[in-house]
């Protein structure tokens, strides 16, 4: 059979990426011809990832509360993923070191892609929440919901990972003493995240055994995490674009969605879930983890915003209040 020049060039790169680590091609077109066809149960582990719930009650509803936390740490690896890629500046380098061909300076446009990647994961996450709003007998997630003690979805280290990536760390501590925090180190800023306050037990006011835990196992990763995204976070990323390409109305509008699917959006579709099953009509049940929930969850209390310079003064003093009064108005 007569090779075409395509597949002969192939071959050449081919025979040149191997030679340059000491390989020869030979041994891996050997490989190919052993290697048995690869098929999807294998290549997406199905078995295995069917078998990672592990119930800890009988009631049949614990499974798709489980299922459904595990889909959501999935979406938030694809975000962490996108925003990796905007953080080294949408140069890809191979594990042989061959440079795959995307540009080393940020571009506006993969910027944008990236970031509209980012949105759709969280609008997916945002739209599915019914099945945690009304997927559930209320009465059967409120007797297991007892044997997950202290655990509680508080503890995503993953999303408090997006939250780092993608804002500078004063933007996440608690609102009352953020200005008296700037300029000062990230490790003591880190001391005062938001999400802190939000897991104070409500008669003591001491922190939760979940908090504790929480911290002791992620803190010193958070921190490493702030430091080495520092100058290039999302907002970094932003501000070291020229003035021209910070103006550019489709990037705007994008980075403004993201703020409003992270920081308004996922947050109270929590709170609808848990007005849903932990309020009762003469107290309000207390979360798995002890979180102080109806404080903790409402946007207007944090004023957690990202990109703070993309949004009005009105806007951030009035931050979360449309999506309530959408929700009063069914929309």
Same mark, same amino acid.
């Given at each position: ?57 009988? /009631? ?18 694809? %975000? ?13 380098? &191979? ?7 995307? *540009? ?19 609008? %997916?996450?945002?739209? &599915? /929440? ?10 059967? /997630?409120? *007797? ?7 655990? &509680? ?63 002791? *196992? ?7 995490? %702030?430091?080495?995204? *520092? ?55 207390? %979360? ?44």
């Amino acid at each position: 059979m007569e090779w075409s020049d395509e597949i002969k060039g192939k071959v050449e790169k081919l025979e040149k990426k191997y030679a340059a680590s000491g390989q020869d091609l030979g041994s891996y077109l050997d490989g190919l011809l052993y290697t048995n066809p690869l098929h999807y149960w294998d290549y997406t582990c199905i078995d295995t990832l069917l078998s990672l719930q592990h119930p800890k009650t009988d /009631f049949p509803d614990e499974e798709i509360f489980i299922i459904y936390h595990q889909i959501t740490e999935l979406y938030f690896k694809l %975000a962490l993923n996108e925003i990796e890629q905007i953080a080294h500046n949408g140069k890809n380098i &191979s594990n042989e070191g061959q440079d795959l061909g995307w *540009k080393n300076r940020l571009e506006v446009e993969f910027f944008i892609a990236r970031v509209k990647r980012i949105n759709n994961y969280f609008e %997916a996450l945002s739209k &599915s /929440f019914g099945i945690m709003v009304h997927g559930m007998e209320k009465e059967q /997630f409120l *007797k297991f919901r007892m044997s997950l003690l202290p655990a &509680s979805g508080f503890q995503s280290a993953q999303y408090r990972m997006i939250e780092i990536c993608t804002t500078d760390i004063n933007n996440l501590t608690q609102k009352d003493i953020r200005d008296s925090l700037k300029g000062k180190p990230i490790s003591e800023q880190a001391q005062h995240f938001y999400w802190m306050e939000g897991s104070i037990e409500v008669e003591t006011g001491k922190k939760t055994q979940m908090l504790e835990n929480f911290v002791k *196992k992620y803190m010193d990763k958070f921190i490493q995490t %702030a430091e080495a995204y *520092k100058g290039k976070n999302l907002l970094a990323k932003y501000q070291s674009l020229t003035v021209e390409e910070q103006q550019n109305e489709v990037l705007i509008t994008e980075l403004r969605q993201l703020d409003l699917n992270i920081n308004v959006n996922w947050p109270l579709v929590h709170y609808k879930s848990a007005v849903r099953y932990l309020s009762q009509d003469k107290n309000d049940v207390r %979360a798995t983890g002890g979180t102080n929930w109806q404080k903790y969850l409402p946007p207007r209390f944090q004023k957690r915003i990202f990109f703070p310079g993309l949004w009005s003064e009105e806007e951030q003093e009035n931050w979360g209040r449309q999506w309530v009064l959408n929700a009063l108005k069914g929309v």
